[in-house]
C-alpha cells in the first residue's frame, strides 16, 4: 500500500475492470481501490473510505470523465441503494462481465484452465422480475418513519422506496400505501439498537402466473388494534392481494421472520406456475425470485442432465420439490432431502397437486441422510444438487463419492464456492463437462450456473 494513503485521502482514479461484486476496480502505484456505482472506462475523483494490507475501499466525489460505455441509470435510487450494481451498464456488458467472472472464478479456483464455458443465458426481462422483495422499517425523527430499502454499505440506514423497478408496478404502489397508512395511524417503527417500537419489515410476494400477491408483515410483539382496518385499506385498494400474513419477531436478531406466523387475511398460499407445474408459496417458502427464468434455469438442468426413463435420481437441497417435481416424469424416481421440515411438507404437497407419484422427499440434514443411503447401499444415476451460497462443501461431497453416481448436475449461485467444489469433484474420478451461466438477476452482481460432470 501507499505509504502516504489515508481514510479519507481524495485522489484520481482510473477504472480499469470490475470486480465479481460489481464495484469498479482502479490502481494507484499499483494498489488496489475498490469503487461502486463505476464501470471500465470511468475516471473519478474517488476519497478513500476504508483500508486494509492489500486494498482499499473508496466513494466517487465526482466523475472526471464518464466511460464510453456509461448510460443513465433508471432507477432513481440508483447510487444510493444497495440494491443494483450495474444499472449504468448496457445490459450485454453486463452479461460479459458475469461470464467472464465465472470463468475466472473456476480457472483460479477450480485450476480448471480452459474451462468448458458456454454462452451465458440472458434474462427474458431486464426489468420488474422480481416476485418477492423485503423492505425495513424504521423511525425517523422527521417523518415519523422510512419504509424501504437499506443505503449501500450502511445497513443501520433506510430510505423510503418511491420506485423499485426491479418489482412490479403494483408491488411499488403497495409500498407506499403501506407507508402512507402506518404514518396517519401514527404506528411506530421498531428501533434496531433500542430495541423499542412496532413495525419491522413488510415482505411483497407475488405469483407471475396469477398475479395474486401475498403480504407479509413482521412486527415486534404489541397491540394490534390496527390489523383489521390495515386489511381492510390493503383489501379494498388492492383486489390482487389473496392472503396477508402477520409474523411476530420480538427478538433482537433483526430477521424478517419470527417465532409465530398467523395468516390473518385470505389463503395460506399464492400459486406459481413454473414448466406446467403448479407450486404453492407460503410465507418462509424459498422460491427463486425471477420466474419465468427459473424456468429456463431447469429446463437448461434437465436438458444438461439428458435424464433417461429408467434413472434414479438424489436430490439434495430440494426445498419445496421444484426441481425434482420439474424433471420426474422423465425419470423413474426421484429422491429429495431438504433441512426444512416446512420445506418437506410443501414439497409433498406440490407433487400431490401435479399427479407426481415417483417423487419421495425426507426432511434431514443432507450428510446424515447421505450416510444412512449409503448404508443402505441405494444407488442412484443421478445426483442434482442446488445448495446454498456455502456450496455443497467438502463433507458432503465425501458423501457423494461414495454413492458413485454417474452425472452430477450442480446449480450454484456462487461461483466461488462452485469453484472450489469443482476443484474437489475433478480430483475424485468426475470430469466437468460443460458450465452455463444463467442471468436471473439483471442489473446486481449475482449469477446462477448449471453444471454438468461425469465419471471418469
Known amino acids: ?10 485522489l484520481e482514479v482510473a477504472v480499469d475492470r470490475l470486480s465479481f461484486t460489481g464495484k469498479g476496480i482502479g490502481r494507484v502505484d499499483n494498489f488496489v481501490i475498490f469503487i461502486p456505482h463505476t464501470i471500465p472506462g470511468d475516471i473519478v475523483r474517488a476519497e478513500i473510505t476504508s483500508r486494509k494490507k492489500r486494498y482499499a475501499d473508496a466513494r466517487t466525489v465526482e466523475f472526471v470523465r464518464h466511460s464510453e460505455d456509461s448510460i443513465e441509470a433508471k432507477c432513481r435510487h440508483f447510487g444510493i441503494c444497495g440494491g443494483c450494481s450495474f444499472q449504468n451498464l448496457p445490459y450485454d456488458l453486463q452479461l460479459n462481465a458475469k461470464e467472464e467472472a465465472v470463468r475466472e472464478h473456476i480457472k483460479r479456483i477450480g485450476k480448471i484452465e480452459e474451462p468448458p464455458l458456454a454462452k451465458i443465458v440472458p434474462s427474458e426481462k431486464q426489468f420488474f422480475y422480481r416476485n ?61 439498537s433500542e430495541h423499542h417500537g412496532h413495525l419491522r419489515f413488510l415482505i411483497i410476494r ?7 400477491i401475498m403480504l407479509i408483515l413482521v412486527t415486534n410483539m404489541g397491540d394490534f388494534d390496527y390489523m383489521e382496518e390495515f386489511i381492510e385499506a390493503i383489501t379494498s385498494e388492492f383486489p390482487e392481494v389473496a392472503s396477508i400474513v402477520h409474523v411476530i419477531n420480538s427478538k ?41 427464468q427459473t424456468e429456463i434455469l431447469y429446463n437448461l438442468a434437465a436438458e444438461m442432465g439428458k435424464f433417461k426413463s429408467d434413472e434414479r435420481v438424489l436430490d439434495l437441497y430440494t426445498g419445496c420439490g421444484t426441481i425434482a417435481i420439474h424433471i420426474a416424469r422423465n425419470v ?42 449409503i448404508n443402505e447401499e441405494r444407488n442412484f444415476d443421478t445426483i442434482i444438487a442446488d445448495p ?46 460443460k458450465t452455463v451461466p444463467v442471468d436471473m438477476f439483471p442489473h446486481t452482481f449475482h449469477i446462477e450456473t448449471v453444471s454438468r460432470l461425469t465419471r471418469k
Open 132 to 192: 418477492k422483495m423485503e423492505f425495513s422499517l424504521k423511525p425517523d425523527d422527521e417523518d415519523y418513519l422510512k419504509l424501504g430499502l437499506h443505503h449501500r454499505g450502511e445497513w443501520e440506514k433506510i430510505f423510503d422506496v418511491e420506485e423499485c423497478i426491479l418489482q412490479s408496478e403494483i408491488s411499488n404502489k403497495i409500498v407506499k400505501h403501506v407507508r402512507d397508512f402506518f404514518k396517519e395511524k401514527q404506528i411506530p417503527a421498531y428501533h434496531l
Open 206 to 212: 407475488e405469483s407471475s402466473a396469477t398475479g395474486e
Open 332 to 373: 423413474e424416481s426421484v429422491l429429495g432431502i431438504e433441512l426444512n421440515p416446512d420445506a418437506i411438507k410443501s414439497a409433498h404437497e406440490n407433487a400431490e397437486l401435479n399427479d407426481i407419484e415417483n417423487c419421495e422427499f425426507i426432511a434431514g440434514d443432507v450428510r446424515k441422510i447421505m450416510d444412512g443411503l
Open 1 to 10: 500500500m501507499p505509504k502516504t494513503l489515508q481514510i479519507g485521502d481524495r
Open 388 to 433: 446454498p451460497r456455502a456450496g455443497i462443501g467438502h463433507k458432503a461431497l465425501v458423501r457423494v463419492f461414495k454413492l458413485r453416481p454417474k452425472k452430477i448436475v450442480y446449480i450454484s449461485c456462487n461461483p466461488s464456492t462452485l469453484a472450489a467444489d469443482l476443484k474437489e469433484l475433478e480430483q475424485n474420478g468426475y470430469k466437468l463437462d
Open 252 to 292: 433482537k436478531a433483526n430477521i424478517a421472520s419470527g417465532q409465530s406466523e398467523e395468516v390473518v387475511w385470505g389463503r395460506e398460499h399464492i400459486t406459481e406456475n413454473i414448466g406446467g407445474n403448479k407450486f404453492l408459496i407460503r410465507p418462509s417458502s424459498f422460491f427463486q425470485t425471477n420466474s419465468r
